[in-house]
């Protein structure tokens, strides 16, 4: 079976940082795609951030030269650090992997911003 836990989402004020992490079993880690989404209240579930399996990354375009994946194979997990946080931002996040034809979702980790 697959498990994606997301960790580390919470309260910021407008500008402040979080990281976010995602810890992965059941899959052979290193060789998969991860993602991070997010979703708004109201709004549809967003595509944020992907790390290939060789470290290749790619963002949306609202959080570029702010937001960073990252991963750590050996511990098999991904991991987003945000800064400079805005408003929009607010949302839950959560990490995906598409492995044997399905995708696998965690449970999300919820992310405010707020002064």
């Known amino acids: 079976q697959v498990y994606l836990r997301e960790a580390g989402g919470g309260l910021v004020q407008p500008g402040g940082s979080l990281r976010l992490s995602c810890a992965a079993s059941?899959?052979?880690?290193?060789?998969?795609?991860m993602n991070w989404y997010r979703q708004a209240p109201g709004k549809e579930r967003e595509l944020v951030a992907v790390i290939t399996q060789t470290g290749t990354t790619n963002y949306t375009d609202s959080v570029k030269g702010r937001f960073t994946v990252s991963r750590d194979n050996a511990r098999n997990t991904v991991f987003l650090q945000m800064n400079s946080l805005k408003p929009e931002d607010m949302a839950k996040y959560y990490c995906?992997?598409?492995?044997?034809?399905?995708?696998?979702w965690g449970q999300g980790t919820q992310v405010t911003v707020s002064s």
């Open positions: 059941g899959i052979n880690f290193k060789i998969y795609t």
């Open positions: 995906q992997v598409v492995a044997r034809g399905r995708a696998f």
